[in-house]
């Protein structure tokens, strides 16, 4: 089964540096989404992008947060100043398009802000 | 607003016996149901979905689960459960992905030998 790809699985990083957590969809899908998981909480949705650009956001999307496709086949999520609740699991996500396609999920990077 | 509850935080089985994953959501129309798999250091995936037709669905993994409308329910079943199964369990609700894509807590799966 195709994957999305999640690099790094782990990143650690001092409060108030930037990070940029990469992904890499499947070849042929056009939407993508990222989410995340702080420990023992639910898994939340931060954003959706298609078409070049943001289709939606949650509220935990705020300025500190932005996303790129860079060079049509990555997918990036940068925070810009990291703060220690910022320390989760991060999922990135894909679909081919449809209201009812299969989302593919990678494997998640660890953040953990220090 | 849609939500998702999944009663049990912890559940604990040996291995052969059957499992119910318990999962009861709020939605205000006709909902897609999931319910994903998260294994240790690994992605979510998804085990099987509802949209429509036959209430019983069947998944991957030998899993199964059945949508009861007039009991809010999408509750996930494997009738022999193995070593390998041991996992988080997420049940999630959505009409579409994004925002109102929504997971429940989960429920974290051990099995013993």
């Known amino acids: 089964e195709p994957e999305v790809t999640q690099t790094p699985s782990h990143q650690v990083t001092q409060m108030g540096q930037e990070v940029i957590l990469r992904c890499v969809p499947i070849?042929?899908?056009?939407?993508f989404y990222w989410y995340r998981q702080i420990l023992g909480q639910k898994v939340e949705f931060l954003v959706s992008?298609?078409?070049?650009?943001?289709?939606?956001k949650s509220e935990i999307f705020d300025d500190q947060f932005s996303v790129e496709r860079p060079d049509g086949s990555n997918f990036t999520l940068k925070i810009r100043s990291t703060k220690l609740e910022d320390s989760a699991m991060y999922f990135c996500?894909?679909?081919?398009?449809?209201?009812?396609?299969?989302?593919?999920f990678g494997s998640g990077t660890q953040l953990s802000v220090l | 607003a849609q939500s998702v509850t999944q009663p049990d935080i912890h559940i604990t089985v040996s291995e052969g016996a059957s499992l119910e994953l318990r999962c009861n959501y709020s939605y205000g129309a006709t909902p897609y149901l999931f319910w994903y798999v998260q294994s240790p250091g690994q992605g979510l995936q998804l085990l099987l979905k509802?949209?429509?037709?036959?209430?019983l669905v069947q998944g991957i993994k030998g899993f199964e689960a059945e949508f009861k409308r007039s009991q809010s329910s999408f509750n996930l079943r494997k009738p022999s459960v193995h070593w390998s199964d041991a996992a988080e369990y997420f049940c999630a609700v959505g009409a579409y992905y994004g925002q109102n894509f929504v997971f429940g807590p989960g429920t974290r799966l051990s099995v013993l030998p």
């Open positions: 992008f298609y078409n070049n650009e943001i289709s939606e």
């Open positions: 996500a894909s679909r081919v398009g449809g209201t009812n396609e299969k989302l593919f």
């Open positions: 070849s042929n899908h056009l939407y």
């Open positions: 509802y949209f429509s037709g036959d209430t």
